[in-house]
């Protein structure tokens, strides 16, 4: 059984910075891509960043690139979100997500079948 917990969400003034991290368990993770997706208020769940299973590819959203820098520790099964000159449009709940297929990088359209429970990010004018 796969579990992503995230942690490291909070209130930040517009300009600040905020440090998300995801552990995971139940497989190995140094085998599968993972990635972060956000949900704003009103809005559908949106990719946010992407890391291939080694590390070495990252993809991000147009919105985000230049502030947002994906990494994972594989001898820590954790994967984190630095997020950088925060902006009121970046409040959202933001997820840990993971795929089904190994050895990828994950995208806007990788299929993700785990989720985290969601850490709430709140970026204040």
């Known amino acids: 059984q796969v579990q992503l917990v995230e942690s490291g969400g909070g209130l930040v003034q517009a300009g600040g910075s905020l440090r998300l991290s995801c552990a995971a368990s139940g497989r190995t993770f140094s085998n599968y891509g993972m990635g972060w997706f956000r949900q704003r208020p009103g809005k559908e769940r949106e990719f946010v960043a992407g890391i291939s299973y080694s590390g070495v590819n990252s993809y991000y959203a147009d919105s985000v690139k230049g502030r947002f820098t994906i990494s994972r520790d594989n001898a820590k099964n954790a994967v984190y979100l630095q997020m950088n000159s925060l902006k009121p449009e970046d409040t959202a709940v933001y997820y840990c997500?993971?795929?089904?297929?190994?050895?990828?990088?994950?995208?806007?359209?990788?299929?993700?079948?785990?989720w985290g429970q969601g850490t709430q990010v709140t970026v204040s004018s």
């Open positions: 997500a993971a795929p089904r297929t190994p050895y990828n990088v994950v995208v806007p359209t990788t299929t993700i079948v785990y």
